[in-house]
Structure formats: C-alpha cells, structure tokens
C-alpha cells in the first residue's frame, strides 16, 4: 500500500473492531424440525442502550428470514424480578404478542462462572437443570444480569444464547460465544448479531434463504 497514512488508518480501524467467536452451540434433538415464524429477542441487561441496540440488531437480521421479531425493551416491563408473580406476568405478555419463540441473550463471566464451554469441548447446556425451560434460566441470571456492578470493563466478553419455545418453554437451541476488544457498541452488536444468527442457520433453527434488500 503506497499511502502510509491509509495503511496506517486502515490498522487502527481493525485493531478497534471487535472479533466475535462461536465457540459451541446445541440444540434439543426432541424439538427438532420445528419452524419458529413469532420471535422475541430479550438481551438479558439493565443497560438500556446496549439491550436496545443487540436486540434491534439480532430482530433485525431474523426479519430477512421472514420472522416476525419483537424486542423484549417494547413489551415486556422495565422493572422485574425473578418472582412468581412476574413469571405470571411475563409469560402473559408473550401470549398476548403471539411469540412462539423466546431468543434470550446473556452475559457470561468466565472468571466467576463455570458455564462458560471453552473452544473444543462438548457444549451441553443441560448439565445445568435450570437451563431446561424459560423462567428457570431467566430466573437464575437476573439477579446477576441487572446487578449494574455486573458488567465491568473488559476486554473480553463471553455471551450465551438461548432458544426457547414460548407455549412449553423448553430449551430449544443453545450457543455461546467469545467476543474480544469491545471498544463500540454499535459494531460490537453488529458483529454479535450476525455470528448468532449465521450459528441459527448452520444449526437449522432458521429455514430457507435470507430475504434479498431491495436496493433504493
């Protein structure tokens, strides 16, 4: 490259951008061949900038398959808890939207929490019981997930996605993932959203080809 100004912009550009790692995914062999058309996408965080943006992202690139994808920021409440009475009230709130599917993203910290499946092992979600279904899982993350002390500076992230089915609320497809130097939001979401929904396809969770943009 002649111009060393651009080979040197072109450096920090990448040196800046984060890099996304599926590093295992699982899905329920006694669901299989399901086709979930009513998704909701819920980024399990009390930082509402960053729920807003992974799910906007995530709903967005599901919609090119044809899937009809709420976010959680625009129907369910702001403020719950892992109690009964919010269970109630959750799940009220998905039936009356019409979801057959519920995508819940989380943050996992590998230095406290032994979830975390590094690179070439075996990733299998149920080794944990509370795993199997919906409000289990949610109601074991929240406490973390909402704590604002939980989400600290790194520069590494670990998530975890999870695929549940809204009328049994069985876990239906499960994958984690490394994400390293996240320095933007908004790029770090994009590169997120595209790895888990690229992972859905290659799994089979998504059916067909993505929906081609109509050029302006």
């Known amino acids: 490259m002649k111009n ?19 590093t295992g995914s699982w899905k329920n062999p006694s669901l299989q061949g399901k086709n979930y058309e009513s998704i909701v996408v819920v980024a399990l965080t009390s930082h509402a900038v960053a729920k807003s943006t992974v799910e ?12 009809s994808v709420k976010r959680g920021i625009d129907i369910l409440p702001p403020k719950l808890s892992n109690s009964d009475s919010d ?3 959750v799940m009220n709130k998905l039936r009356d939207n019409g979801v057959d599917g519920i995508l819940t993203i989380s943050l ?7 979830q975390y499946v590094p690179g070439g092992y075996s990733y299998d979600p149920f080794r ?4 199997r279904n919906f409000w289990g899982y949610y109601s074991y993350w929240y406490p973390y997930s909402y704590n ?25 497809w499960s994958a984690q993932s490394r994400t390293y130097d996240v320095l933007n939001l908004p790029s770090f979401s994009k590169e997120f ?3 888990i929904v690229k992972e859905m396809r290659k799994d089979g969770i998504l059916k067909g080809e993505p929906q081609k943009k109509k050029k302006a």
């Open 4 to 22: 060393p100004a651009v080979y040197l912009f072109l450096l920090l550009l990448y040196a800046c951008s984060s890099t996304t790692t599926i």
């Open 56 to 67: 906007n992202d995530i709903a967005a690139l599901l919609r090119e398959y044809q899937v």
């Open 87 to 89: 269970y109630v009230q």
């Open 108 to 114: 996992l910290k590998e230095e406290t929490e032994s």
């Open 128 to 131: 944990f019981d509370y795993y």
């Open 148 to 172: 604002p002390g939980y989400y600290e500076e790194s520069k590494v992230y670990y998530l975890e996605t999870n695929l549940y089915d809204a009328k049994t609320e069985e876990l239906v």
């Open 193 to 195: 959203s595209k790895s």
